[in-house]
């Protein structure tokens, strides 16, 4: 049984920084991903990182404000976002993929199999 625990949510204005943490118990992983949830959408991928060989995945939507990274010694990944903006304010889920294929991004919710409890993030205009 993987378990994951995030933290890092809070308040924020537009234009500031967050930076999301999901620590991971158990065993190794093909990926790690961050989703979100806004009210009343569905859950939609945010960034992914592959394990082993450290290839990282965005939405269009946060590329080039977002940063998704890994510390393998911690089984920790993170997630850094900066310029955040109000329509990025949703529930931040972190999950866990077993397994993949190459050449087969993990940017679906199918391809996770663990996810932590979610962690609030509120950007303020």
């Known amino acids: 049984q993987v378990q994951l625990v995030e933290s890092g949510g809070g308040l924020v204005q537009a234009g500031g920084s967050l930076r999301l943490s999901c620590a991971a118990s158990?065993?190794?992983?093909?990926?790690m991903g961050w989703f979100r949830q806004a009210p009343g959408k569905e859950r939609e991928f945010v960034a992914a990182i592959n394990w082993s060989v450290g290839d990282t995945y965005y939405a269009g939507s946060v590329k080039g404000r977002f940063t998704i990274s890994r510390d393998n010694a911690k089984n920790t990944v993170y997630l850094q976002m900066n310029s955040l903006k109000p329509e990025d304010t949703a529930v931040y889920y972190c999950a866990t993929s077993r397994s993949g294929r190459v050449g087969v991004p993990p940017i679906r919710t199918y391809q996770y199999d663990y996810w932590g409890q979610g962690t609030q993030v509120t950007v303020s205009s």
């Open positions: 158990g065993r190794t992983f093909y990926a």
